[in-house]
């Protein structure tokens, strides 16, 4: 079956660093657009990032602008979030998603599949 599994998260101190990552499986990940999505505590999901089919187009929402770094290994069907320069606002659950379309979506409905989360938590 489809499955899109996120680690990486975890504690980290303000100005730290983690690389998220999620695997993808029971579909053509290739054939995918893929996007990172956080929801913070008693708050909405936040679209992220988007990356394209080939990994050579991205986008990013303004507040990660230059910390954060999306790409993907479509060989081992696999999606990143490089995180830099973290802060105490970029605590929240991680979701990566896959979608048909190149957007920046942040509704679970706008996606196809959706995984699990995982959390990070950025405090000192």
């Known amino acids: 079956q489809v499955q899109l599994v996120e680690s990486g998260g975890g504690l980290v101190q303000p100005g730290g660093s983690l690389t998220l990552s999620c695997a993808a499986s029971?579909?053509?990940?290739?054939?995918?657009?893929m996007s990172w999505v956080r929801q913070a505590p008693g708050k909405g999901p936040k679209w992220v990032s988007s990356?394209?089919?080939?990994?050579?187009?991205?986008r990013y929402t303004d507040s990660v602008k230059g910390r954060f770094t999306i790409s993907r290994d479509n060989a081992k069907n696999t999606l990143y979030l490089q995180m830099n320069s973290l802060k105490a606002e970029d605590t929240a659950l991680y979701y990566c998603?896959?979608?048909?379309?190149?957007?920046?979506?942040?509704?679970?409905?706008?996606?196809?599949?959706w995984g699990q989360g995982t959390q990070v938590t950025v405090s000192s």
């Open positions: 998603a896959s979608s048909r379309i190149f957007q920046a979506a942040e509704d679970r409905d706008d996606y196809d599949y």
């Open positions: 029971g579909f053509t990940f290739s054939n995918y657009y």
């Open positions: 990356i394209n089919l080939g990994g050579t187009s991205t």
